[in-house]
C-alpha cells in the first residue's frame, strides 16, 4: 500500500541500478583533467576515494546477496582497511596507476555485478544490513542512492553539473526513506535525506539513515 500523500512508484530493480551506474560513468568520464585529488564536496574524502568506495559499496551489495544463504545476522566476513587516517574503510580498491579511466572502469564493473546479483537472486531472499535486513529490492535501493549521492559529491569536487531523473529518485525515496515528504523536488530531497541538502521548512539533517527492512 502506498503512502498518504505518496503515489505508487514502482520496484527498484536491476535495471535501475544499471541506470545509476551509467549516469554515473556519462557524468565522471566526461570530465576533462579534473582533479581527482580534490575534496568530494562536503565529505572529507578526495574524489578518487569517493569513486573507490562507491565501488566497494556496489561490490559489498553483491558479496552480501551473493550466498546460497545470505547471513542474517552479520556481513560476509570480508577484510577492509584504510588507506589513510580519516579515509574509507574498503575491502574493494582500484589500481592508481590506472588513472581515472581505470577507475572508473572499477567502478563499472562493481555496478555490474550488484545488477546481476540483484536481477538473479528470488525476492524472497533477505540478507544483513546494518539498516535492517533487506531483500534484492532493497538492496537494489541502496546501490542506487549510493551510486547518486556519491556522483553528486564528485562532481562537486571535480566542478561538473549532475541531476539524475526524478523518477529513478522518487523510486528509492519511496523504498528507503519512508519519512522523506512526497511533494518536494525528487533529487533535492534525495539530497535532504542524506544530508547533503536543505528542503523548505526542513534543515540539512547532520544524522540520517535508510530503512532497508521490506515494508510489506
Not at 547471513?71 to 574493494?92: D, H, I, T, Y
Not at 523536488?185 to 535525506?193: E, I, N, S, Y
Amino acid at each position: 500500500m502506498a503512502e498518504a500523500g505518496r503515489s505508487p512508484s514502482g520496484p527498484v530493480t536491476a535495471s535501475d541500478v544499471e541506470h545509476a551506474v551509467r549516469l554515473a560513468l556519462t557524468a565522471l568520464r566526461g570530465v576533462d583533467g579534473g582533479d581527482w585529488g580534490a575534496r568530494a564536496g562536503s565529505l572529507e574524502w578526495d574524489c578518487w576515494e569517493t569513486v573507490e568506495h562507491l565501488a566497494d559499496d556496489l561490490f559489498s551489495y553483491a558479496v552480501q546477496l551473493g550466498p546460497a544463504q545470505p547471513p542474517s545476522q552479520g556481513e560476509v566476513p570480508l577484510e577492509w582497511r584504510r588507506k589513510r587516517p580519516g579515509g574509507p574503510a574498503n575491502a574493494f580498491f582500484a589500481d592508481r596507476g590506472a588513472g581515472p579511466a581505470g577507475l572508473l572502469l572499477v567502478l563499472e564493473a562493481a555496478g555490474a555485478l550488484l545488477t546481476a546479483i540483484v536481477r538473479t537472486t528470488p525476492p524472497t531472499v533477505r540478507a544483513h544490513h546494518v539498516f535492517g535486513a533487506a531483500d534484492p529490492e532493497g538492496f537494489a535501493a541502496m546501490g542506487v542512492v549510493e551510486t547518486l549521492v556519491h556522483t553528486h559529491d564528485v562532481t562537486a569536487g571535480l566542478g561538473v553539473d549532475f541531476t539524475p531523473p526524478a523518477d529513478l529518485c522518487d523510486r528509492v525515496l519511496a523504498r528507503l526513506f519512508p519519512d522523506a515528504p512526497a511533494d518536494t523536488d525528487r533529487w533535492t530531497t534525495l539530497l535532504w535525506a542524506t544530508g547533503r541538502a536543505e528542503l523548505p521548512g526542513r534543515p540539512r539533517r547532520t544524522e540520517w539513515r535508510w530503512y532497508g527492512t521490506p515494508r510489506r
